[in-house]
């Protein structure tokens, strides 16, 4: 019985073979070509659209591209719209993002969640910048550049949780990698005009926009003259607050018109943060002598180099002017900030102290008019677009064992629009800091923070401080090979190029290399509002109206 009652089962499988198989085969013989034509027919159907294929072999991240654009819906018309593809790209890195953040929400530090809940806001900026008619594609530039950059920070400040981070948010930094590759991808097959000539229309104004997008008329006029305030702060009661921190939580809400705050003289011992909502905010000081902010965090004390600043500017559309910010923490304390900008901003007389990593040039894009910048240590740094224009650089005393380094530029795409530029600045040590004592310590005028480091010192003064080589390595973050390192028309006893460093990225005297570098090709329009406040201006590539940088007032 159990014999048959196999050979019975096997009769069944057979049978149910036979009913599938040979119907099959029967198909295959009497249409050979069926299946061949089913798969083309399903191939066809996934294959990228010729755009979405040429852009994406543009991209740092091709198969990530094609994936995010895989599921891009027929009915958008590719042809006659790449804005479109920009916008569907992004938005899947906001959802990515924002599933991201709920996910670490319960583990991370508040400031990783604010640098995501940052990203998350420039992307959506993004967005609304594609919707303007015209799309307004220098501001997506900046927007995107700031979005990598707050990622990688994120990473860095959070050393215990790097390796988690990396995996969660690396893929996030390169989803918008790729989006900003996308738009640079439009604007090289887009912007062509009539003559065959390739025009930059990604990264130039609007033929009617002679300002930054950041500024207006009215932000011209309060940059020339002493505005009328909104509220006052003074120290000993006679204005609306006695601290500055009250009275930027007072002002409105993402307010449309300046909110203007006087600060009469005094020293204001706080750390004051400009949060992103608290936009259009403008601080006035009384002269770089006489107001005075200042704080003392540093990473010593268990701060990081993020949360360190004295002054945090992250509200957009910032102004300053007549004032001077200090972190006081001494150099044995190492990073301690005085200024953080994460927002484009502006700044006119202002004075900014500390030892190590004293300016965090951060993010977006930054302009600083005729100020004073003092430290020893990559005192300069950042990955915003930022250009520092008839400013006093002076060099302080390390402490033993340190060398003096003036810029590190943080760029980590070669998409992004980011940069250090020194235009007609003045470069030399700080006046306490002896011939002597110089001679134990090495200075340079920068050294790559990462892969795409770039810094220009154009038309600048610069003091036997600087060492004859110029620059320095920094093998722990960048690869010497794809950085951009520039010097043009400078002069001084610390000038002389001939025992430079010989870098395939350090260019110098190159009208070519700096031309991109100057105030209105960086600043997209900057050099209209710098004349418009009637103040010298050395924007242009010659600058033959100008001051030479070495008769710029001490401070």
């Known amino acids: 019985m159990e014999f048959s009652g196999k050979k019975s089962s096997r009769s069944v499988v057979a049978l149910i073979t036979i009913i599938i198989i040979i119907p099959v085969a029967f198909l295959i013989i009497l249409s050979p070509s069926w299946l061949f034509s089913y798969q083309t027919h399903h191939h066809k159907h996934n294959q990228p659209h010729p755009f979405i294929r040429n852009t994406c072999t543009n991209t740092l991240y091709p198969s990530l591209c094609l994936h995010t654009l895989s599921s891009i819906h027929s009915s958008i018309s590719i042809n006659n719209n790449h804005s479109r593809v920009v916008e569907f790209a992004i938005n899947k890195t906001i959802r990515r993002a924002t599933k991201c953040r709920s996910r670490l929400l319960l583990t991370m530090t508040t400031n990783c969640i604010d640098l995501l ?15 303007l008619h015209p799309p307004s594609y220098a501001t997506i530039k900046n927007l995107l550049s700031a979005a990598i950059t707050n990622e990688n920070t994120c990473i860095e400040e959070q050393q215990p949780h790097r390796h988690r981070l990396q995996k969660s948010l690396t ?3 390169r989803m918008i990698s790729n989006c900003l590759a996308i738009v640079n991808h439009i604007d090289d097959t887009t912007a062509t005009n009539g003559a065959g000539l390739t025009t930059s229309l990604l990264s130039r104004p609007h033929p009617r926009v002679h300002v930054p997008s950041w500024m207006t008329a009215a932000d011209r006029r309060l940059m020339q003259t002493p505005p009328t305030p909104t509220v006052v702060v003074a ?12 009275a930027v939580s007072m002002a409105p809400n993402r307010s449309a018109a300046r909110y203007i705050i006087q600060i009469k003289a005094g020293v204001y011992n706080e750390n004051v943060v400009i949060p992103r909502l608290k936009i259009n905010i403008m601080l006035v000081g009384e002269g770089m002598n006489s107001t005075i902010i200042t704080g003392s965090r540093n990473l010593v004390d268990g701060y990081t180099t993020f949360t360190s600043a004295t002054l945090s500017v992250i509200g957009n559309n910032f102004l300053a002017r007549d004032l001077t910010v200090i972190n006081t923490a001494g150099p044995d304390k190492h990073q301690a900030v005085a200024l953080r900008v994460t927002s484009d901003a502006a700044f006119y007389h202002c004075q900014f102290i500390s030892h190590q990593d004293t300016l965090y040039a951060h993010s977006l894009s930054q302009l600083y008019r005729e100020c004073a910048i003092h430290g020893t240590v990559d005192f300069i740094f950042g990955n915003a677009a930022a250009i520092f224009e008839r400013c006093l650089i002076l060099v302080r005393k390390p402490i033993p064992g340190q060398k003096n380094v003036i810029t590190a530029q943080g760029r980590l795409d070669p998409n992004q629009n980011t940069g250090i530029s020194l235009q007609d600045c003045t470069i030399m040590a700080a006046p306490d800091f002896s011939v002597t004592e110089r001679s134990n310590f090495s200075t340079f005028l920068g050294r790559p923070w990462r892969n795409y480091s770039r810094t220009i010192v154009m038309r600048s003064y610069l003091g036997d401080i600087i060492d004859p080589r ?18 043009y028309m400078n002069f001084g006893p610390g000038a002389e190029t001939r025992n430079r460093v010989q870098w395939a990225g350090y260019h110098k005297n190159s009208s070519t290399d700096v031309d991109n570098f ?11 509002w710098l004349k418009s406040t009637d103040l010298p201006i050395c924007g242009g590539l010659y600058a033959k109206d100008c001051k030479t940088a070495a008769s710029a007032q001490v401070y």
């Not at 809940?117 to 919707?131: G, P, R, V």
């Open 171 to 173: 893929p996030i930094m």
């Open 470 to 487: 110029g620059w320095c390595a920094w093998n722990k973050y960048s690869n010497l090979d794809t950085v951009e390192y520039i010097e």
């Open 117 to 131: 809940d940052q990203t998350i806001y420039e992307l959506q900026e993004s967005i609304n910048a594609l919707h």
């Open 235 to 246: 120290i000993d009661g006679s204005g609306n607050f006695t601290t500055i921190g009250a």
């Open 518 to 528: 100057t105030i209105q090709s960086f600043l997209h329009g900057a050099n209209e």
